[in-house]
């Protein structure tokens, strides 16, 4: 079944930041999760093969002979399915000498004899044997979705046997996929017919001389192949096994370690499924959880009264909203402390109860603890409130405790933490802040929503402190959303008519392609559809065959380079044209959609999606843009300058990574490249292959500039051969090469590694710290992900805290400098400007300074500025 899951899920889609391929075990424990939901089991056990010989392939050495090697994407997947089946509380069971399916066959024989009834889940023909009154098989006709049971009239239908004879009848005609012969000539048919007519295999043996003609000769011919066949392939019912049916009762999945587990895997959606599968756990409610009873704070005197009656606490907020024509609407605000809790109506207020609220909301003097707090400043701010006094945001806190936690919303951080359900029933796209919480009075959920942040600020600050990150939350992270939110709420101008151009230039582009491609082979074909383009490419044209796939051979994007490159065939040629075309339009068609009534796009910018502390820019992702492509920058130039102002300004950190890896390492050479002003990886290619820089070709230096990035991303030489298109062993030596020359890179990621080892975490230049207990995993995939993510961790981490570092400074000295020109964007290691009538200069100059003083590094932070109309334009 594992190996069905990994060819009907693309092995591509399915991998952790770390490049850990999980398809096979997503796609497992999805069909696992739906099993357990339709067949509503009591017990549930799943069994592995193990590598080691068994008694089968000792009587018959050609015994599963001639299988295909298994994929490289594969490799450890199994070990990380048993893996979440111990999170999940499942058995699993293996036994040296025996195959999965002996076991199967002994639970199945148990428990029909204890009166049970039995349902097999299983991708091997051989289970059909199993089918009585009793057992039923799950047999997966398609992928791991579309799994029939298979009961005897349905294996007599296809196989003219009842179940109990199916052995008989692979026995004679063979089983390929055991590599087991058949007898020559004799097909299912005939085999039924003599199974039927002479009740069996024993009976057909005892009345060989009676089956006469060419059939006949060869089954006498044959006959200790069948009897060779009849042993191996009838599965064992009377193993001895380590566990009794008891311990298979289904069990509540551990969700701490389903969690930690799912993190790991980066499984989001299916984490939701498995959680919502078996309910909420069942515990008693801490005393903590009843919540005040509130008071409607309905006046101007309401609201001083009961914040003079509870200052001195730090107020859990929340806000209640409600869908509008241009977004979500704060229509109320919830605020609870240890004793009270209290509920204002926006939209009901009078200007004095508003002005007293906005001067509550405003105050620093009043502590705060918000979930999404840059959510709720921008929603506040719609109505003329500016939010502050924040001291805590539990979103942010919870990030930086568990930053590889795939969800930070208030709903999952609550059942998490503090084992409190929240039901988060708002659309999904309401934002973090709206909850309902069902029943008809809207006010107490929003009231309880506000408690349950005060809990869970209270819950986290301890972890927090703990961690060495209360600098980050209140220094960095909670500053940070202010500015982010300011950013987002301007938003970046663009040129709609040169859109709209570009819309129609890539769609002309894809009519041109498609047209070129159908003339290529002489007929029309849907290029969107794998099943076709297989049809054309490996039946029609006889291209060379790719990976194999459960529905044949692969179509993606890196098998049809690669086909291209080794063939030059102009079907090929327009295809993948037509396929980048056809990609460019949907991201242009997305900037299309994302342009608001002002004419401008706003981003939205996440705090707490990658581990690593990067932001993340959402609806639209301007981070996914092509930078090197020449469609890229036709891209980039639809984004302009906005009415009122001069030019856009864009500054970004050369080699920003680079610099971090020559710091943290120490190396002297490294160092000194850049305090010497060299282009580093001609510096590093003249080492690395001991020629004069001048020397260095394009070649040479693409491969260093790879090998250099990849290793601050743990990159394997397996990894960087795939990269750079050459050889294992070319990569290896490579690699040797470089640690020879720069030896304290050599050394100093060792050193991150066995000191995160000891620590359980790496830690940043800031002090942004990742915790990977998967460094003592006895699973060794779970460890290898640990380890380069171990590697990664600090470098890019440390990057992202200087640029957050340079937001802040480049703010703060925007807002003392008077500038009325403004920040727009974050995009990875670059910031834009738009810049106000008669301000480039002084921004520029400002910028530089901020920008490099962002961090003292061993080495100087070299920050690039460019000026132009466009953001294509300012580019440099």
């Known amino acids: 079944m594992a190996f069905r899951a990994f060819y009907a899920l693309p092995a591509e889609n399915f991998a952790t930041d770390t490049g850990q391929h999980t398809n096979a075990v997503y796609g497992f424990v999805s069909m696992l999760i739906r099993m357990i939901q339709d067949q509503a089991p009591t017990h549930v056990g799943v069994a592995f093969d193990l590598d080691t010989p068994t008694f089968r392939s000792e009587e018959y050495t050609e015994y599963k002979a001639g299988r295909n090697k298994t994929p490289e994407e594969f490799h450890g997947q199994i070990d990380l399915i048993q893996k979440v089946m111990e999170a999940m509380n499942i058995p699993t069971l293996t036994k040296d000498g025996y195959e999965a399916d002996d076991i199967i066959a002994t639970l199945a024989a148990r428990g029909e004899a204890a009166g049970w009834d039995v349902v097999v889940v299983s991708g091997d023909r051989d289970a059909f044997q199993l089918i009585t009154d009793k057992t039923t098989v799950l047999y997966p006709k398609k992928g791991v979705s579309d799994i029939p049971p298979m009961d005897g009239d349905a294996v007599e239908a296809k196989y003219f046997v009842r179940p109990e004879h199916y052995s008989d009848l692979a026995a004679l005609v063979g089983e390929t996929a055991d590599n087991l012969p058949g007898v020559p000539g004799v097909g299912p048919k005939t085999a039924a017919k003599w199974i039927n007519l002479y009740g069996g295999l024993e009976g057909i043996l005892e009345n060989l001389d009676a089956i006469k003609g060419k059939v006949g000769d060869s089954l006498r011919e044959h006959v200790e192949d069948v009897r060779r066949n009849r042993r191996l392939n009838q599965l064992l019912r009377d193993l001895e096994l380590p566990v009794t049916l008891e311990a298979l009762e289904l069990e509540r999945p551990n969700r701490d370690a389903v969690e930690e587990l799912f993190d790991a895997l980066q499984f989001n959606t299916l984490r939701k499924r498995l959680f919502d599968l078996f309910g909420e756990e069942e515990a008693e409610a801490p005393e903590t959880e009843e919540v005040p009873a509130h008071v409607l704070l309905d006046s101007a005197a309401a609201v001083h009264d009961w914040f003079a009656a509870n200052g001195g606490h730090t107020f859990g907020v929340h806000l209640r909203t409600v869908a509008g024509p241009a977004g979500n609407d704060a229509v109320g605000v919830a605020f609870a402390t240890v004793e009270a809790a209290a509920y204002a109506d926006l939209e009901a207020a009078d200007a004095e109860t508003e002005a007293e609220l906005a001067r509550i909301l405003g105050s620093a003097d009043h502590k705060k603890a918000v979930h999404d707090f840059k959510a709720a400043y921008k929603l506040l701010l719609e109505r003329g409130i500016e939010l502050r006094g924040v001291e805590d945001d539990t979103m942010i806190s919870a990030y930086l405790i568990q930053p590889d936690r795939r969800s930070h919303e208030l709903a999952d951080i609550a059942q998490h933490h503090l084992r409190i359900p929240l039901e988060a029933t708002a659309p999904a796209d309401a934002g973090q802040l709206a909850l309902d919480l069902g029943g008809e009075d809207v006010v107490s959920p929003a009231v309880r929503a506000a408690h349950v942040v005060r809990l869970l600020s209270g819950h986290l600050a301890g972890q927090v402190l703990e961690r060495g990150s209360l600098r980050l939350l209140s220094e960095m992270e909670l500053p940070l959303s202010v500015v982010l939110a300011k950013m987002e709420r301007t938003g970046i101008a663009v040129d709609a008519e040169r859109l709209d151009g570009l819309l129609a230039d890539f769609t002309r582009t894809i009519d041109a392609a498609t047209a070129e491609a159908y003339a290529a082979i002489g007929h029309e074909v849907n290029l969107g559809s794998p099943k076709q383009l297989q049809v054309v490419l490996f039946e029609e044209l006889g291209l060379p065959k790719t990976k194999k796939i459960k529905t044949g051979y692969t179509t993606d994007a890196d098998s049809l380079a690669d086909l291209l490159a080794k063939t030059q065939h102009p079907f090929l040629v327009h295809l993948m044209a037509y396929r980048d075309a056809a990609k460019l339009r949907q991201t242009v068609e997305g900037l299309r959609k994302a342009v608001a009534d002002d004419g401008r796009i706003h981003t939205t910018y996440a705090q707490?999606?990658?581990?690593?502390?990067?932001?993340?820019?959402?609806?639209?992702?301007?981070?996914?843009?092509?930078?090197?492509?020449?469609?890229?920058?036709?891209?980039?130039?639809?984004?302009?300058?906005?009415?009122?102002?001069?030019?856009?300004?864009?500054?970004?950190?050369?080699?920003?990574?680079?610099?971090?890896?020559?710091?943290?390492?120490?190396?002297?050479?490294?160092?000194?490249?850049?305090?010497?002003?060299?282009?580093?990886?001609?510096?590093?290619?003249?080492?690395?292959?001991?020629?004069?820089?001048?020397?260095?070709?394009?070649?040479?230096?693409?491969?260093?500039?790879?090998?250099?990035?990849?290793?601050?991303?743990?990159?394997?030489?397996?990894?960087?051969?795939?990269?750079?298109?050459?050889?294992?062993?070319?990569?290896?030596?490579?690699?040797?090469?470089?640690?020879?020359?720069?030896?304290?890179?050599?050394?100093?990621?060792?050193s991150v590694v066995e000191q995160a080892r000891v620590d359980g975490y790496t830690s940043t230049i800031e002090g942004r710290r990742r915790y990977l207990p998967e460094l003592a995993s006895d699973n060794r995939q779970l460890r290898d992900m640990a380890e380069r993510a171990a590697l990664n961790a600090p470098i890019q981490g440390s990057a992202a805290d200087i640029i957050k570092k340079a937001m802040l400074d480049v703010d703060a000295a925007m807002a003392e400098a008077g500038l009325a020109s403004r920040m727009l964007l974050q995009v990875h290691d670059e910031l834009v400007f738009e810049v106000a009538p008669g301000e480039a200069e002084a921004l520029e100059a400002l910028v530089r300074k901020c920008m490099g003083g962002a961090a003292d590094l061993r080495v100087p932070l070299d920050v690039q500025v460019g000026l132009g109309r466009s953001w294509q334009d300012a580019g440099h």
Not at 619 to 636: A, D, F, K, T, W
């Open 608 to 750: 707490t999606v990658a581990a690593t502390g990067r932001l993340s820019s959402l609806n639209p992702n301007l981070q996914n843009i092509p930078v090197r492509s020449e469609e890229g920058r036709r891209i980039r130039a639809v984004f302009t300058v906005g009415e009122g102002y001069e030019t856009l300004l864009t500054a970004d950190y050369s080699q920003i990574e680079m610099r971090i890896m020559a710091h943290l390492s120490g190396d002297e050479s490294l160092v000194q490249a850049y305090l010497d002003g060299e282009d580093l990886h001609r510096f590093v290619g003249s080492r690395v292959f001991n020629v004069a820089p001048a020397d260095v070709t394009p070649d040479m230096r693409a491969k260093v500039k790879a090998m250099s990035y990849g290793l601050a991303y743990g990159l394997s030489s397996f990894g960087l051969s795939k990269q750079l298109n050459i050889p294992v062993d070319e990569a290896r030596t490579l690699m040797k090469d470089y640690f020879a020359r720069f030896g304290a890179v050599r050394d100093y990621l060792r």
